[in-house]
């Protein structure tokens, strides 16, 4: 069973950085893309940055030049450096994957998500 797993949440300062990891684990053939999600309470799940299928990326106009997305295809792992953060960036983080998995299913896949809380 495939599994997308969130860590790095945290209560940190205006201003501060936070790294947030996302580790695929299971039986997965492939992933074709891979990204972060976030949503702030009532509002929408909205995309904050990702690697599309043929490794670009994209990124929320409101995030860019403030975090940088990464990977580490050996370990399926995907990471979000987040610095200069500002209180809007308060939400729960949730990783996405499209993946194939050894049986040859394919979907989207997503994790528990990880609280961000950027505040005084």
């Known amino acids: 069973q495939v599994q997308l797993v969130e860590s790095g949440g945290d209560l940190v300062q205006p201003g501060g950085s936070l790294r947030l990891s996302c580790a695929a684990s299971?039986?997965?053939?492939?992933?074709?893309?891979m990204g972060w999600y976030r949503q702030a309470p009532g509002k929408q799940r909205e995309l904050v940055a990702r690697?599309?299928?043929?490794?670009?990326?994209n990124y929320a106009d409101s995030v860019k030049g403030r975090f940088t997305i990464s990977r580490d295809n050996a370990k399926n792992t995907v990471y979000l450096q987040m610095n200069s953060l500002k209180p809007e960036d308060t939400a729960v983080y949730y990783c996405n994957a499209y993946i194939r998995t050894d049986w040859g299913q394919r979907g989207d896949y997503w994790g528990q998500g990880t609280q961000v809380t950027v505040s005084s």
């Open positions: 299971g039986s997965i053939f492939s992933i074709s893309a």
């Open positions: 690697f599309t299928s043929v490794g670009s990326t």
